[in-house]
């Protein structure tokens, strides 16, 4: 069935430093990749989102890359600030009508 | 504008009985998705309704059900709740199909604060 997996499920980095999320999907016919940003009790916010006809995007410090071909996709934030520490969700949909979302990247920033 | 609203934001049941949610979509937005976030896991999908219309359902028993009302408004009924039902429950709402890409829609997810359900 579609599944997305997602690494690491635990992330620390020094302030400053980069951090890279990784995903891959299973469904060929995925076409739209958003990732959700998630701080504790809050709800999962869009920070970035990629189509299937785009290879990268970038939004200042954050951006996306994607692999079509080896259904991969990519989180990338540089210089990290300690307000980047919250849970970060990746997730593919191809079409239909729902998103299935990777199980999430615990990312701390530490100062 | 205000966002994606839902209620209650907490609440605890116990085994076997029957929970309502409910959830407010974004002003204009014609569908609301409802998923499962159970704790440390992403979210799972139940359904999504469109234009009152249930367009998908996910891998979740008959116990579940939804349904959308004219002004765009949905409940989330849980039946004879399990322990397993513990969850925060999802409602998200976008102006179309979400997923789905239209000249008028990116397809993309707004969700609501959620609601908590403990069941003991």
């Known amino acids: 069935g579609e599944n997305v997996e997602q690494h690491p499920s635990t992330l620390s980095v020094q302030e400053g430093d980069s951090a890279v999320i990784k995903c891959t999907y299973s469904?060929?016919?995925?076409?739209?990749f958003p990732w959700y940003k998630q701080e504790l009790g809050k709800r999962p916010q869009l920070i970035i989102d990629?189509?299937?006809?785009?290879g990268e995007k970038k939004d200042q410090r954050i951006a996306v890359t994607l692999n079509k071909t080896a259904k991969h996709f990519s989180l990338h934030i540089t210089e990290t600030q300690p307000e980047d520490s919250a849970v970060y969700f990746c997730a593919a949909t191809g079409g239909t009508y729902k998103y299935i979302f990777g199980t999430g990247t615990r990312l701390k920033v530490l100062a | 504008d205000a966002g994606v609203t839902q209620s209650p934001t907490h609440l605890i049941k116990t085994r076997g009985q029957h929970v309502t949610l409910r959830c407010s979509p974004i002003?204009?937005?014609?569908?609301v998705s409802w998923y499962q976030q159970v704790l440390g896991q992403g979210p799972q999908f139940i359904f999504q309704?469109?234009?009152?219309?249930?367009?998908g359902r996910g891998n979740f028993p008959d116990r579940f059900s939804a349904r959308q009302f004219p002004n765009y408004s949905s409940e989330l009924n849980v039946n004879a709740l399990l322990l397993g039902d513990s969850a925060l429950y999802l409602c998200?709402?976008?102006?179309?199909?979400?997923?789905?890409?239209?000249?008028?829609?990116?397809?993309?997810?707004?969700f609501g604060e959620g609601s908590r359900l403990t069941v003991l």
């Open positions: 998200a709402s976008s102006l179309g199909i979400s997923g789905v890409e239209t000249l008028t829609n990116t397809g993309e997810l707004f």
């Open positions: 002003s204009g937005h014609k569908s």
């Open positions: 469904d060929s016919a995925s076409n739209y």
């Open positions: 309704y469109y234009e009152k219309e249930e367009r």
């Open positions: 990629i189509r299937s006809n785009v």
